[in-house]
């Protein structure tokens, strides 16, 4: 379009310069076809690279004394949000104490642990420039609310302390345990983990949000890859766009009385279409203790452990 026909365009409709601009990238995004990504390549190995350049990061794509040798002169923090409430608290140990052993060692982490229960924070002894703190917020009775306050919490947190404290952030589920390396291989602008069970899934059993009234919706043509909730990550700016976005999307769907399928989950997954990932963790950076390791997988470094929904979540 032509200069002052834009103009006029804008005059007309009432949208800024911006708003224009922002207009025509959303719906070019939205129109954009391409043939959708797979994981494997047609012999059956991992690919190293998503279709837009984002690596994913798996055992043998990186040398780590290299990598944390190039990071340690940069003196980074990474903040890290994990939420137990409830019955949830339970986790926070083996979580912890793994973590210890395995998450960033050698490197500045700040936990920020979300609980209504800060009596039952487990005392955990902390490696050098590992610290912690517990933010206390309120109860609730519903499992699907805690989740998808996660993102409000996540840009409240970055708004008033983090933007100033942390470069990178990690949001990850309480409910796991790390049982090998997860380190500065896995920083990056925008960070997403491909989801242990949809990763070699055809894209349309991908569990999408598919009500065209949710903000979350993706249609069938439509989508990467699934990413899982239980791990978010990036720059703290980056991070809080995403968080800010998302909870955004979430008022709307509560306003609308609709809630996306997976919560969250379903939000950030229609985030990512539009916003892709800079970096994608391979599965072995978020496993499920139910699934048994296949040959394709040669390191499980997290993993969602075993647990009776029924016994801990508030509610069924
Ligand atoms: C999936 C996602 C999870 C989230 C959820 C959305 C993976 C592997 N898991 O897990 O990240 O997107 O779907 O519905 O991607 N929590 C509490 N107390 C509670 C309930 C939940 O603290 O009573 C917190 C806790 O940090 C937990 C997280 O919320 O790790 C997610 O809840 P979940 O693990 O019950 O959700 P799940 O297993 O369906």
């Known amino acids: 379009m032509k200069g002052n026909l834009k103009l006029l ?3 007309l409709t009432g949208l800024s310069l911006t708003g224009f601009v922002y207009v025509a990238f959303t719906s070019h995004w939205m129109k954009l076809l391409y043939n959708r990504p797979n994981m494997f390549d047609s012999q059956g190995n991992f690919l190293h690279m998503s279709p837009w350049l984002a690596p994913i990061v798996r055992e043998g794509t990186f040398n780590p004394t290299l990598i944390d040798a190039i990071y340690k002169k940069k003196n980074i923090t990474i903040a890290t949000t994990v939420f137990a409430l409830g019955k949830y608290t339970q986790f ?4 912890l104490e793994s973590a210890e ?4 060692v050698g490197f500045c982490v700040h936990y920020y642990v979300f609980t209504d229960l800060p009596e039952n924070v487990p005392e955990v002894k902390l490696g050098e420039d590992h610290h ?13 609310e805690i989740s998808l306050s996660r993102m409000e919490r996540l840009e409240k947190l970055i708004e008033s302390r983090l933007i100033n404290e942390a470069d990178y952030i990690f949001s990850l589920d309480v409910d796991s345990k790390f049982y090998g390396r997860w380190g500065v291989e896995s920083l990056g602008r925008l960070v997403g983990a491909i989801h242990p069970w949809y990763y070699n899934t055809h894209h349309e059993w991908f569990p999408y949000e598919r009500r065209p009234e949710s903000q979350a919706y993706i249609p069938y043509s439509k989508g990467d890859y699934y990413y899982g909730g239980a791990v978010i990550g990036g720059s703290v700016k980056d991070v809080y766009q995403l968080a800010k976005t998302c909870r955004e999307q979430l008022d709307i769907d509560k306003g609308n009385q609709i809630e996306a399928a997976w919560q969250e989950e379903s939000h950030l997954n229609k985030y990512f279409l539009y916003n892709k990932p800079s970096k994608l963790l391979s599965p072995e950076y978020l496993w499920d203790d139910r699934k048994s390791k296949p040959y394709e997988i040669k390191i499980i470094r997290f993993s969602q452990v075993y647990k009776n929904y029924y016994k801990i979540r508030p509610n069924p």
Do not use: I
């Open 132 to 144: 912690l703190t517990v933010m206390k917020v309120a109860s609730s009775n519903r499992w699907q």
């Open 101 to 104: 052993l395995n998450y960033f």
């Open 92 to 95: 926070l140990k083996d979580f």
């Open 9 to 11: 365009f804008c005059a």
